[in-house]
C-alpha cells in the first residue's frame, strides 16, 4: 500500500501527529511520502491507496487557507481521504475543537470518523493516534 500524509502544522503538534502516522504505516508496510501543506510542490493524489490529511483548527474554526489550496491543486475529490488535526479547547471550547477535521470528513465525505488530538499527541493520545491507524487499516485491507 502506498500512502500520502499530508499535513499543515505551524506549532509542529500536526506535524508531530503526522508522523507518527508515517511511522506506525511504515512498520505495517506501507510505502509513506510526506508532504509539508503549502511548501511542498504539488502531488499527484491519484498515486495513491490511501490518503490523510492533517491540520489544524484556526479562528473561529476555520479550516487554514493552505489546507483549502492543497484540496484545490488536488482537483478532485479522492474517496480514500482520512483526516486528523489538532486543536485546543482553550480556545473556543468544545463547539470549535478541531472544527476544520470536521468541515474536511464531512467534505471529502470519508468513511473514517476524524481522529482530533488536543495540542501535542504525546502521551495517552499516542495510543487514539495507533487506535485509529488501526481501524483505517483495518477498513482499507478488508476493501481489498
Known sequence: MKALIAY????GNTKETAEMVADYLSADGAVTDMHRIGIDPPVDASAYDLIFIGTFTWEMGATPDEVK???LEVGYKPANVAVF???DTQFGGDELYCLAVDKLV???QSRWDG?????SP???QEFMVKNWLEGVLHDVKSLT
Not at 115 to 119: C, M, R
Open 8 to 11: 499543515l502544522s505551524y506549532s
Open 69 to 71: 489550496e492543497f484540496v
Open 85 to 87: 488535526g489538532t486543536g
Open 106 to 108: 464531512t467534505f471529502y
Open 115 to 119: 481522529l482530533k488530538i488536543e495540542q
Open 122 to 124: 504525546r502521551g495517552s
